[in-house]
């Protein structure tokens, strides 16, 4: 079997070197340098091992190296399978017990003094933060190291195929997400004064103002005179019976397979959470050929942006608002999930369960901010920076300014004058915003030739399609990014606007001079479907996903310009054709539920920690028996003990102290000291000896 993805509406398969390497006793190939995670993927296997507690099959969850449920053995060394790239020849093994340590005695690791190295500022993450200020700390010729645990910058943006929102001038609007973080990269290559450190992982900040890394098996210390904060995000858990089985992961680590290492992951999956993050990993499901059998959103209205939610509707993702998750099952991996319809006090409500065949759940329930660091830092008096999602959630957009803020924000620091320009802050303020009002769709009653219909009707802040149309007809009432764009006046059907709409949200419409023709529509694309060719019937559908008539495909336009979108033209019922907003690629039949006994929600069961298998009735115990301190529970229980050092447990811990009655001002935290991830000893002892 192999999974990985040779044909991509917007990504390219890379050429790669082919290697082997062996799993269990079998012989498997797998790309060079790809992560093992990757590899056992894209041979088909999901399951890693079984934990030595309960026999509970493990695999990923994260993918991001934040926890540890796709720990292998490698060449006799526990791994995260998600953070090892793949080389020729090595050994790994399921993690099912302690392995056999090798005997070092003949040749110990010689000692040496722990490297320093000096810089103005140290950034802790290439993302589009930490990209963005050091650009900006470049131009002033200011000593930058940046720090990154992947292989390539960009963090996240790496993983996103699709265009951003926002404008063109002030945060790459129109151009996708992969596209900026080589256009960010490209632009460090211009600033001498910037050095950049991947697959190096910082993980603590000391008393003497150093940061200690890891680079290669080896640690060494920092010692800047500033430091910023930008190591983003980890996904928020949720635990539901059965969320511990292989298939149940994050929507972050399902776009980690998926765009940066091109394997397929899932045939039928199901999200939880209508967020944009659960919202877009469904069009990147899409994208990939993955039936997205649906999405439930506890909240009546999905907390992501309008035209995210309205272009999957439109390819045939049905979304459950006021819906949650019940329970996943499966023997060894997801087979099936139950969700139902919540009440306002967020209660199933009875006959309203419904069940579906998947083999994938994505949770996609928000983000936390990744922060260990900088809570260490400031505990200690530390003048420290911080940018992107590590301050506070939101878009990569406002990231990006965040990161030249606080890159000047730092300059200052250093007694260099700068100016900091006042609409800087205004946008960020803007990017961060979450969606606004949402208005009526306004049809024209008459128009001639071409004219676009703009479903762009929910105040975000974006206007690309305002700097691209050559006459000036498109504009948004008192010229503030986040209102909704209007047309009016002439359009000469160029498409711009359309080929740069960031949510798909316009479509091109031209009515016959005759009554009883057909008129023409050009709808936008970008899924690889076999049957969107000239002369074939497409099924079209409206914003919400509501079929309106069949159109016969004239035209599929691809240019250059057009930045890997398709333009659609088909002929339409005159009568319809305003009405078509985009073709369903997904037949219905593929997301249909089926009817289940209904089940309560979390029972005592349900496993809260996953590194050490606690579980909620556990748990509950002690808090019921007085217990207020995480670290006696950590102490008690182990919960927090494993492997991810408490990052995915923590904030269900607190939820169950709810449950308790329990107000959390009396629940002490968890007490976070160096190390925030794991190192392995022999990175202490190294030959690079200092000077």
């Given amino acids: 079997m192999n999974r990985h993805i040779t044909n991509h509406p917007i990504l390219q398969a890379p050429q790669k070197e082919k290697i082997s390497f062996v799993f269990n006793g079998s012989a498997l190939s797998a790309f060079k340098n790809e992560m093992l995670s990757a590899a056992l993927f894209a041979n088909g296997i999901q399951t890693f091992g079984h934990h030595h507690a309960d026999n509970s099959p493990q695999g990923i969850f994260c993918a991001n190296g934040q926890c540890s449920q796709c720990t292998v053995v490698a060449d006799n060394i526990p791994v995260k399978a998600c953070m090892t790239p793949v080389t020729e020849g090595i050994k790994v093994f399921s993690y099912e017990k302690l392995p056999d340590l090798p005997d070092v005695s003949a040749s110990p690791l010689p000692a040496g003094k722990t490297k320093t190295i000096e810089t103005d500022v140290l950034i802790i993450g290439a993302g589009p933060a930490g990209l963005s200020a050091a650009i900006e700390l470049g131009r002033e010729n200011i000593s930058v190291l940046i720090v990154d645990d992947k292989s390539e910058p960009g963090g996240k943006l790496v993983l996103q195929t699709h265009a951003f929102f ?27 004064s910037i050095k950049i450190m991947l697959e190096t992982t910082a993980v603590g900040v000391f008393l003497d103002g150093k940061t200690g890394i890891v680079n290669d098996n080896k640690f060494t210390l920092v010692n800047p005179k500033k430091i910023l904060i930008a190591c983003g995000a980890r996904e928020k858990a949720l635990a539901f019976p059965g969320w511990d089985l292989p298939g149940v992961y994050g929507a972050g680590a399902f776009q980690t397979l998926l765009n940066r290492d091109m394997v397929k992951p899932s045939e039928k999956l199901f999200i939880i959470g209508g967020g944009n993050v659960g919202l877009i990993a469904g069009y990147h499901a899409l994208q990939a050929g993955i039936t997205v059998v649906g999405i439930a959103e506890a909240l009546s209205s999905v907390g992501g942006y309008k035209v995210h939610a309205d272009k999957i509707k ?20 997801v087979e099936s999930i139950t969700i139902a319809e919540i009440d306002k006090e967020f209660a199933p409500k009875p006959g309203t369960y419904k069940s579906f065949s998947i083999d994938t759940v994505l949770v996609a329930i928000g983000l936390n901010p990744v922060n260990e660091l ?241 579980s909620a009735g556990k748990i509950r115990r002690q808090i019921q028996d007085g217990l207020r301190d995480m670290n006696q529970l950590k102490a008690f229980m182990r919960c927090g003990m494993g492997a991810c050092g408490g990052k995915t447990c923590q904030q269900l811990i607190y939820k169950l102290f709810r449950e308790e009655g329990v107000d959390l001002k009396y629940a002490a935290d968890f007490t976070n000291r160096p190390l925030v991830s794991e190192v392995p000893l022999s990175a202490f002892l190294t030959t690079d000896l200092a000077d």
Wanted: charged share 25%; aromatic share 4%.
């Fill in 374 to 614: 900088l809570t260490q830092a400031r505990s200690i008096g530390l003048d420290v920076f911080c940018a992107g999602d590590a301050a506070e959630i939101a878009e990569a957009s406002a990231a990006m300014f965040s990161g030249k803020i606080e890159g000047s924000k730092i300059i200052r620091a250093l007694k260099k004058s700068v100016s900091i320009p006042e609409e800087w802050m205004s946008n960020l303020s803007i990017l961060k915003s979450k969606p606004g009002k949402t208005k009526e769709l306004e049809l024209p009653e008459k128009y001639t030739g071409f004219f676009p219909i703009i479903r762009c009707v929910q105040e975000i802040p974006c206007n690309p399609c305002v700097a691209v149309c050559p006459n000036k007809s498109i504009t948004i009432p008192g010229n503030v990014i986040t209102g909704c764009p209007v047309f009016s006046g002439r359009c000469d059907g160029c498409t711009k606007c359309a080929a740069i709409c960031p949510g798909l949200a316009i479509t091109l419409v031209k009515n016959p001079e005759k009554q009883d023709e057909p008129a023409k529509v050009i709808v936008p694309f970008e899924i690889l479907d076999g049957s969107i060719a000239p002369g074939n019937e497409a099924d079209c559908t409206d914003m919400d996903g509501i079929f309106i008539c069949k159109g016969k495909i004239e035209k599929v336009i691809s240019r250059k310009n057009l930045n890997r979108r398709l333009l659609i033209q088909m002929s339409v019922p005159r009568d319809k054709a305003m009405q078509v907003a985009g073709i369903r690629v997904q037949p219905l039949e593929l997301t249909a539920p089926y009817l289940k006994e209904e089940s309560s929600g979390i029972t005592d069961e349900t496993i809260i920690c996953r590194c050490e298998r606690v």
């Fill in 314 to 333: 439109r390819l045939g993702v049905p979304i459950y608002t006021s819906h949650t998750v019940i329970a996943v099952e499966g023997k060894n991996s």
């Fill in 166 to 192: 926002g404008s063109i001038e002030h945060c790459h609007a129109g151009t996708r997400g992969i596209d900026i973080a080589k256009k960010l990269s490209s632009e460090l290559e211009k600033h001498p």
